[in-house]
């Protein structure tokens, strides 16, 4: 019997240090990852879910959509076409026909607006500007003919048709930019990667030439935060953001549309009369009214500084509870006031 446990005891044991050196090797593998010091270890790691950005992948949708929109369209007639189809011929007729992209360059650059006047998750700077180069691609196309047209009236080598493209092809163009830009989205999501230690919450980025680390010491955190979206609260994520003492997590927002400058026709001169100026300095009390702009603090999830739109968020919630209690102040006060107690009372 003795020989038989034996037996059945040794590989337990090697399964137990197969265990231990496979985590070992993941915890220097994540030690590395997230720059950590000596004797921190990895509590936690988190990374964007795959629908955090689904308004990106949403907005590449409409973009495919637009284009095979005018693709048909320029196909069909007005007799055959209707709903969307028909808007998009009206919108080609009145732009100038078939031969000028100008309606789908309108439409475009509509879509652009809107999608940076909304402040939504879409709107980032390269977002809009990506937007910009898709809804200009077809006057940069057209701008070569021009081009070609305008020099041939005088010279005998016109400049033009250095563009090997006669007119702006929607399926392709379409097809190509929107899947560069799927791709970049979800490269972009996956460039992400949150780590709860044993010291410290750490927020990694790295996403082509752009790098970002930042450290926060569980001491730092004042309020812990979870913001769950309609969409998040459908497919099970949340986005967890720390605030900390030094205004991590805060961004200042002007609301108001604010005007620059002077406002025309309020400006007083020399020879306007005592009437004059006081109806001048009403109404730009009133066009002040109106157009006041403030500066707010508002707590703007960024994934860069929070966990956004993460699975499980409440584990992760729980865990940065459980350090941040462990490392306050009050917590150090009761321990030391422990510690005396009990020195006292072994005196």
């Not at 369209?73 to 998009?88: C, P, Q």
């Not at 879509?111 to 390269?126: D, E, K, P």
């Not at 400058?261 to 300095?281: L, M, N, Q, V």
């Amino acid at each position: 019997m003795s020989e038989e446990s034996d037996a059945t005891e040794e590989p337990k044991t090697d399964v137990h240090t197969t265990d231990e050196a496979k985590q070992e090797a993941e915890q220097a593998r994540l030690a590395k990852a997230f720059r950590l010091i000596a004797g921190e270890e990895v509590l936690l790691t988190k990374r964007p879910s795959t629908f955090a950005f689904l308004g990106m992948y949403l907005l590449g949708i409409l973009v495919l959509a637009i284009h095979f929109v005018f693709d048909n369209a320029n196909s069909l007639s007005s007799e055959d076409s209707s709903g969307f189809m028909k808007i998009a011929l009206t919108i080609i007729d009145i732009s100038g026909g078939e031969d000028w992209p100008f309606g789908f360059v309108f439409v475009m650059l509509f879509i652009t607006w809107m999608n940076r006047l909304v402040n939504a998750s879409t709107s980032g700077r390269w977002v809009t500007i990506g937007l910009l180069i898709i809804s200009l691609t077809p006057v940069v196309i057209q701008l070569d003919d021009v081009l070609f047209w305008i020099t041939d009236l005088w010279m005998d080598e016109p400049i033009g048709n250095f563009i090997p493209l006669d007119s702006y092809n929607y399926v392709l163009f379409g097809l190509g930019y929107v899947g560069v830009f799927m791709a970049l989205t979800f490269y972009y999501q996956r460039s992400f990667n949150y780590a709860v230690t044993s010291d410290a919450v750490i927020f990694e980025h790295s996403f082509l030439l752009s790098r970002s680390h930042r450290r926060i010491l569980f001491d730092r955190i004042s309020e812990v935060m979870v913001e769950r979206t309609p969409v998040g609260t459908l497919f099970g994520f949340a986005t967890v953001t720390i605030l900390t003492d030094s205004g991590v997590g805060i961004v200042e927002e002007n609301t108001g549309p604010g005007i620059a400058g002077a406002i025309p026709g309020t400006t007083e001169r020399e020879g306007d009369s005592t009437a004059e100026k006081a109806g001048k300095g009403i109404l730009r009390s009133m066009i002040g009214l109106l157009t006041y702009q403030r500066t707010i603090r508002v707590v703007r999830p960024d994934p860069k500084h929070c966990m956004y739109n993460i699975r499980n968020w409440e584990k992760a919630k729980a865990l940065l509870n459980e350090k941040h209690k462990e490392h306050s102040q009050s917590n150090l006060l009761r321990d030391l006031k422990d510690t005396i107690v009990a020195t006292s009372e072994e005196n």
